[in-house]
């Protein structure tokens, strides 16, 4: 079964830092690209993150750029969400999700379950 | 705000027919394909349809996807109370400032 597992979500000051992983299991971790979104509370999904296979390309959303990393370690199948100087509005429910591409399309399939992360002091 | 506009919430009745709309832009529906994620209550999103139109395997047919120029829809046909859920549709988006994927806002399906 192809399943993503989030964690590492938490309470924590603002300008504070927390690292997000996602373990993944069920499918060739190195052969896909994966994303992570997030879902402020009440509020509707936002694209973060993007890294492709290989980390050669990566892409961030305007509001996280320069505070925000993504990585992944493909020996471990995982992933990995850095977050820097956490501002009230970084809280949400973090989700990774894969990416499958097919010909000009791609799409988000799975997706984790979900990590929250609190920024409040 | 999103950049591709949903409606925030959409209603029928068991056995009725309802359609969200999605709309977009040139850099975005317009010259990429379109996918919708169903989010039931308290759970993680869960792709509904991909590339326009295409549904995965376990998903009714029930649930149709179409695009047309910058605007894409989801029928519901035969409605049941299980799907009662937010709906968001998403897109590839070669803008000028970069590209990125981008969600509509959500639309709040409710089965009266």
């Known amino acids: 079964e192809v399943q993503l597992v989030e964690s590492g979500g938490g309470l924590v000051q603002p300008g504070g830092s927390l690292r997000l992983s996602c373990a993944a299991s069920g499918f060739t971790f190195s052969s896909y690209s994966m994303n992570w979104v997030r879902q ?15 980390s050669s390309t990566i892409y961030y959303a305007d509001s996280v750029k320069g505070r925000f990393t993504i990585s992944r370690d493909n020996a471990k199948n995982s992933l990995y969400l ?17 990416v499958v591409l097919a010909a000009a ?10 990590t929250l992360v609190t920024v409040s002091s | 705000q999103s950049v591709l506009t949903q409606p925030p919430s959409a209603s029928g009745t068991p056995g009725q027919r309802v359609t969200i709309s999605c709309s977009g832009s040139s850099s975005n529906i317009g010259s990429n394909t379109v996918n919708w994620y169903q989010q039931l209550p308290g759970t993680a999103p869960k792709l509904l349809i991909y590339s326009n139109n295409q549904r995965p ?3 009714p047919d029930r649930f ?3 695009k047309s120029g910058t605007s894409a829809s989801l029928a519901i046909s035969g409605l ?12 590839w988006d070669d803008s000028l ?16």
Do not use: H
């Open chain 1, 40 to 54: 402020a509370p009440g509020k509707g999904l936002e694209w973060v993150s993007y890294i492709s296979s290989s």
């Open chain 1, 82 to 98: 850095q977050m820097n100087s956490l501002r009230d509005e970084d809280t949400a429910v973090y989700y990774c999700a894969r």
């Open chain 1, 105 to 114: 399309a791609n799409w988000f399939d799975p997706w984790g379950q979900g």
């Open chain 2, 57 to 59: 395997s376990g998903v």
């Open chain 2, 64 to 66: 149709s996807g179409s």
């Open chain 2, 80 to 91: 049941q109370s299980e799907d009662e859920a937010d709906y968001y549709c998403a897109a």
């Open chain 2, 97 to 112: 400032n970069g590209s990125n994927w981008v969600f509509g806002g959500g639309t709040k399906l409710t089965v009266l």
